[in-house]
């Protein structure tokens, strides 16, 4: 997707956010931000910008599902179990070891989901315990990503329309990529919320989705869970981070989506990270 004649993005922006939503008690979606190179793993705030000269920066959105709290607990350990991994692979680029990056992350994901289901088989409050788990991986010129479950990432190119990157993981989901539902439809199926593929949530195996995406100056990416996109169509998303006058002045990208999205439907929890390159 990216021209060798065009020149990688050095600066990153982000902003971050969640919400509980108008009906839940609890959150049970999870975000991170974070940024590591060969000595250092630094945990990232709400927003902010930096340079990809010599760090990655890595973002992931997680939604937990499960009895009592046991979905919030997953969707933290979700997050919380990049930090061990990722680190080690810094550098994997400048070593030429770019077809790694899929085993790294499919690694990353197996780990996940073997705690998870640990839990789930030795705490009966924890019994089904899963969680959706999509992840972004930025060094310069690409985006690495890895994704199970319904979470989404989008694709902004500085040049062309909006693209959904992760594949749903459902039956409806499916349907929507085989052209047999259009967005609308596969909004008011009554199985859209039920996945094929988690991590934990009692699956035996996981096969998660990864891949990359070559990135130029001025694109954007969009992860977000689907409480947002139970709030927000996709082209109400594109216009809330392409058009400036549809954010209030000063205000981060993602709280405008996820408090848009909440005031639209909150029947979900919400949540959404913007990530801009330059």
């Given at each position: 997707?990216?021209?060798?004649?065009?020149?990688?993005?050095?600066?990153?922006?982000?902003?971050?956010?969640?919400?509980?939503?108008?009906?839940?008690?609890?959150?049970?979606?999870?975000?991170?931000?974070?940024?590591?190179?060969?000595?250092?793993?630094?945990?990232?705030?709400?927003?902010?910008?930096?340079?990809?000269?010599?760090?990655?920066?890595?973002?992931?959105?997680?939604?937990?599902?499960?009895?009592?709290?046991?979905?919030?607990?997953?969707?933290?350990?979700?997050?919380?179990?990049?930090?061990?991994?990722?680190?080690?692979?810094?550098?994997?680029?400048?070593?030429?070891?770019?077809?790694?990056?899929?085993?790294?992350?499919?690694?990353l994901f197996n780990q996940v989901h073997r705690d998870l289901l640990k839990l789930g088989?030795?705490?009966?409050?924890?019994?089904?315990?899963?969680?959706?788990?999509?992840?972004?991986?930025?060094?310069?010129?690409?985006?690495?990503?890895?994704?199970?479950?319904?979470?989404?990432?989008?694709?902004?190119?500085?040049?062309?329309?909006?693209?959904?990157?992760?594949?749903d993981d459902s039956y409806v989901g499916w349907l929507r990529r085989n052209g047999k539902?259009?967005?609308?439809?596969?909004?008011?199926?009554?199985?859209?919320?039920?996945?094929?593929?988690?991590?934990?949530?009692?699956?035996?195996?996981?096969?998660?989705?990864?891949?990359?995406?070559?990135?130029?100056?001025?694109?954007?990416?969009?992860?977000?869970?689907?409480?947002?996109?139970?709030?927000?169509?996709?082209?109400?998303?594109?216009?809330?981070?392409?058009?400036?006058?549809?954010?209030?002045?000063?205000?981060?990208?993602?709280?405008?989506?996820?408090?848009?999205?909440?005031?639209?439907?909150?029947?979900?929890?919400?949540?959404?990270?913007?990530?801009?390159?330059?």
């Amino acid at each position: 997707m990216r021209s060798e004649a065009e020149e990688h993005p050095t600066k990153i922006t982000w902003s971050g956010m969640t919400h509980p939503g108008k009906a839940r008690a609890n959150n049970e979606d999870a975000f991170l931000a974070l940024t590591f190179d060969a000595q250092e793993l630094r945990y990232l705030g709400k927003t902010g910008d930096s340079t990809l000269h010599n760090a990655d920066f890595v973002f992931a959105v997680s939604d937990g599902m499960g009895g009592a709290k046991s979905g919030e607990f997953a969707s933290r350990i979700a997050t919380e179990k990049i930090m061990r991994l990722l680190p080690k692979s810094f550098g994997m680029a400048a070593q030429g070891l770019a077809s790694g990056f899929g085993d790294v992350l499919t690694e990353l994901f197996n780990q996940v989901h073997r705690d998870l289901l640990k839990l789930g088989q030795s705490y009966s409050e924890c019994e089904g315990m899963g969680a959706t788990l999509t992840l972004a991986w930025f060094m310069p010129g690409w985006v690495y990503f890895a994704h199970i479950g319904d979470s989404r990432l989008y694709y902004l190119p500085a040049k062309g329309e909006m693209q959904q990157v992760s594949a749903d993981d459902s039956y409806v989901g499916w349907l929507r990529r085989n052209g047999k539902l259009n967005e609308r439809e596969q909004r008011f199926h009554p199985r859209k919320n039920i996945l094929s593929k988690a991590l934990g949530a009692g699956h035996q195996f996981v096969d998660p989705q990864i891949g990359a995406v070559g990135c130029n100056e001025g694109d954007r990416f969009l992860l977000c869970t689907d409480g947002v996109i139970d709030g927000l169509w996709d082209a109400a998303l594109e216009r809330l981070i392409r058009e400036p006058d549809a954010t209030p002045e000063n205000e981060a990208p993602a709280k405008t989506i996820v408090e848009a999205a909440v005031d639209a439907s909150g029947r979900d929890n919400a949540t959404a990270i913007v990530v801009s390159l330059s």
